[in-house]
């Protein structure tokens, strides 16, 4: 197995791509919720498992990320087997930061190939960069690449297959004294009669850089601990008590390395472009406003271009459902169940593939590009004052195309308290799920009455309330439940330039792999549900006894298009979800919804994508109302209470919005929750607090917009 480390922003991802190309999987390591991606590297003599490890700075991680992908490269058992090379992607721009993981790596004793990237920056710096020199000082094979221009992979290949099948192994030590060195021996041996088999590099580097699990340990061992706290005082400069030895030597190495490697022209202190477009876009208020510009462009761009592709999908959909329906005519209840249960429940969820595509298209751009880095630097000020800090930005972001890889992605947080409390609010952003309904309230009663600027403006503002009502929330979960402190963030700002639009087409597709695989199975699930709830009871004599009774209240024959319309709202209305959802709607009558709105929304728990759907058949459209949106607004239009009162004003319809927007309506979401917290404590609390937020939420504005005369 061959894994490709290096630091954040180095082009390790582009690499990866480039060697592995669509050949690539995702999934997690064994035991661990962790994201696992891995490819294959094929040569003549056979298939090559290659593995993306997550960016580190340093083998003494902060993440949980971190800690995985240390474990990786070490090949602890429970995560990884042990690769048999390393390719380690070093940036030429930035060579002394890189180098120090680098000299840290070499301590591990495994085949190192570095991957020299940026070579063309340097160039256009015009820099020059001795790369015979450089090869000497690392003791590896150096190839300089560029990833998204395919230059030098050819060559790195070639290094890769040699250093497979002739090892050559860099050796760099930290530098420490003879008698230090003397007691590390000792350590190692009182730590193998303790069950712990280090070397004396992991011995070194528990004395200079002990992680977090290594210090657990010690809090348990107090004469393990006693023996470490005797040696350190001795790693550290005389008289000082600024970094230990071992870190100081690594970066006198890494500096002197490049200054022996690389020349830099003499020019006095200039501002780059990328320092000139800093100044405005992380202003502590032009910055912002940039942000919120930015989003506003991406989120109206995603609704622009992704409704074609959203028709065609439902067309497909339709189309596939009017063409095996007669093939199922032998029998209703299994009719009903491919088409209804098992076709439309399969497109409810694919309805939105394009957006969650067309949102990591522009979040691979943002990054590509390096703004997100400043995103999350700007965010970092507004979250600052509730306990988190910039790493939940891109769990948040990511939570608007669906919560699922927003909740996984909060891995990168590096404390469990801030990473448990950004996965308590994740849910709050708007996924793509909830558009629906936006886009159903706000064409039946925003956009006719106050015109379609305002229809887009209420739009952006129902995906903004979530953010809005995260950070009080967040803020309270930190302060009086975990008690959590807020941590100092760390940034590299990369300089600005184009994305490689590779990376951006891969993570496409894999993003929207995972969405399908990980939510498309549980909403295929509920949808099977949904429809038995909804269909069952259903007595033999059911559909004559409605058509029966539309024709004496109506005195037109039974057999129009109105008792097949009353028939499927009657079956509805007395099926298991419909006597449900009437023992409610006392509960829920001071938000404005009577039993049809309550039914649609216990409907929508398990998965929101089913509430338009449900609103079709309740309100007699029949089974085909998804395809016929503007024919449902009118019936929302036209619904009124039994007093004849209209159902549905426009303080209601905001209600319903806000509703949907706050409450946690997904199952699949629930149990990523309990799969990243390892407890059902948490997604039970999600679930609570969420929905009790909701209707309250949705209570206060329909008694306001009485108020009001709504």
């Known amino acids: 197995m061959v894994a490709v480390v290096g630091n954040p922003n180095a082009g390790k991802t582009t690499l990866f791509n480039a060697l592995t190309g669509s050949r690539q999987r995702v999934g997690n390591y064994p035991g661990v919720t962790v994201e696992r991606i891995s490819g294959v590297l094929k040569f003549p003599s056979g298939d090559v498992e290659c593995l993306d490890v997550p960016g580190l700075y340093s083998l003494a991680p902060l993440s949980e990320d971190e800690r995985v992908a240390v474990s990786a490269i070490k090949g602890d058992e429970a995560v990884s087997r042990r690769p048999d090379l390393l390719v380690c992607v070093v940036d030429a721009s930035n060579l002394e930061r890189n180098l120090f993981f680098y000299h840290q790596l070499c301590e591990a004793g495994l085949p190192v190939v570095v991957a020299l990237t940026m070579v063309d920056r340097v160039a256009s710096r015009k820099w020059k960069l001795d790369l015979a020199r450089l090869t000497e000082l690392l003791g590896a094979d150096v190839v300089p690449v560029v990833g998204h221009k395919g230059k030098g992979i050819a060559e790195l290949r070639e290094a890769i297959a040699r250093n497979l099948e002739s090892p050559r192994v860099p050796r760099f030590e930290a530098e ?20 712990i088999d280090y070397s004396r590099a992991d011995v070194r580097r528990a004395l200079l850089e002990p992680d ?58 200039r501002r780059s472009r990328t320092d000139h477009i800093d100044r405005l876009l992380t202003h502590r208020v032009f910055g912002l406003a940039a942000f919120g510009l930015i989003m506003l462009l991406v989120f109206e761009s995603i609704y622009s271009f992704a409704r074609p592709a959203m028709d065609g999908i439902q067309w497909l959909i339709n189309g596939l459902g009017d063409l095996v329906r007669p093939m199922l005519a032998f029998s209703p209840v299994a009719q009903s169940m491919i088409v209804d249960g098992l076709i439309n ?57 669906c919560a699922i890889p927003g909740i996984m992605s909060a891995r990168v947080m590096p404390d469990p308290k801030s990473r448990l409390a950004t996965i308590l609010v994740a849910p709050l952003m708007s996924c793509s799920a909830r558009l629906p309904v936006y886009l159903l309230m706000i064409g039946a009663f925003v956009e006719p009455k106050f015109g379609a600027f305002w229809a887009g403006v209420c739009l952006f503002g129902m995906h903004l309330l979530g953010l809005v009502v995260a950070i ?67 007595p033999s004599d059911a559909e004559v006894r409605y058509r029966t009774e539309y024709a004496a209240r109506t005195q037109q024959a039974p057999d129009s298009q109105g008792a097949d319309r009353y028939s499927t709202q009657q079956q509805l209305a007395n099926s298991f979800l419909g006597r449900f959802g009437q023992s409610l709607e006392p509960a829920f009558a001071p938000a404005g919804f009577d039993w049809r709105i309550t039914t649609a929304i216990l409907s929508a728990f398990p998965a929101r994508e089913t509430v338009v759907p449900s609103l079709g058949i309740i309100f007699s459209l029949g089974s085909d109302a998804k395809s016929h949106r503007q024919d449902l ?9 039994p007093d004849g009162r ?31 917290t390892n407890s059902v404590k948490w997604p039970v609390f999600v679930f609570t607090y969420m929905t009790v937020l909701a209707y309250i939420a949705a209570v206060a504005i329909q008694q306001v917009g009485r108020l009001f005369g709504g």
């Open 176 to 195: 420490l004294p003879d008698a230090v060195e003397e007691k590390v021996g000792k350590l190692r041996e009182r730590l193998a009669r303790s069950g």
């Open 212 to 269: 977090e699990q290594f210090q657990s340990y010690l809090r348990d061992a107090p004469e393990m601990r006693e023996a470490f706290d005797e040696v350190r005082p001795e790693l550290r400069s005389p008289g000082e008590k600024g970094p230990v030895a071992g870190v100081s030597s690594r970066y006198e190495w890494a500096g002197i390395v490049e200054r022996l490697v690389l020349s830099k022209p003499e020019s006095g202190p």
């Open 345 to 401: 429940g399969v497109g409810a969820m694919l309805v939105f593939l394009p957006q969650i595509l067309i949102l990591f298209f522009f979040i691979g751009m943002l990054e590509g590009t390096g703004y997100l880095a400043r995103a999350a630097f700007l965010m970092d000020r507004l979250l600052g004052w509730c306990g988190l800090n910039g790493r939940a930005f891109i769990p948040l972001l990511s939570s608007f195309a």
């Open 472 to 538: 009080p929330i967040v803020w309270f979960i930190n302060r009086r439940m975990l008690r959590g402190r807020r941590l100092p963030f760390v940034l590299e700002l990369p300089p600005y330039q184009m994305p490689k639009w590779r990376d951006v087409w891969l993570t496409m597709y894999f993003r929207g792999k995972v969405f399908v695989t990980t939510a498309g199975t549980v909403i295929v699930a509920m949808s099977f549900l949904i429809w038995g709830l909804s269909y069952f009871p259903r």
């Open 633 to 641: 607004q009118k019936a929302l239009n036209d619904a009124t209470w």
């Open 646 to 676: 209209k159902l549905i004003t426009p303080w209601s319809s905001v209600g319903l919005m806000v509703f949907f927007a706050l409450c946690c309506q997904c199952m699949s979401t629930l149990a990523t929750i309990k799969r990243e």
